[in-house]
């Protein structure tokens, strides 16, 4: 697999702009599983918020790989292939992202009128 030690300056940047987000995404993550109870209900409005703000997240950061790697990223015998799909389908797995969003809005309304 080609390696960034090679790579110009500008390209090793490109690379790096997509790490910023990363640590928020994770401990947001870690956040809501420690959170989370199985054996109640209301769970769904912080666990469509990580899919939300990690999906493209993550996206991001293979679509950047992939950028840098040109053909190589498509090449199936490259990890970057396999993230870059996973990532893709984190935006129609398990909803899409606006459908996210409408549960989100319906799950707010519902706190609204508890409180």
């Known amino acids: 697999m ?4 090679n790579r110009t300056a500008s390209t090793c940047h490109y690379c790096l702009a997509a ?16 959170g989370l109870d199985l054996a109640s209900h ?24 992939i950028q840098v790697l040109g053909g190589y990223g498509y090449v199936g015998e490259y990890a970057v292939e396999r993230l870059w799909r996973d990532a893709k389908l984190l935006e129609i ?3 899409t992202n606006e459908a996210h969003h ?3 809005v319906r799950d707010l309304k519902q706190m609204e009128k508890l409180h």
């Open 42 to 65: 209301g769970n769904g409005l912080d666990a469509d918020g990580v899919k939300l703000f990690c999906g493209p997240v993550g996206k991001n950061a293979a679509d950047r790989a």
């Open 19 to 34: 790490l910023p987000p990363l640590p928020p995404g994770r401990s947001y993550l870690y956040q809501v599983c420690h």
């Open 2 to 5: 080609p390696s960034l030690k």
């Open 93 to 95: 797995g398990g909803g």
């Open 102 to 104: 409408k549960n989100m």
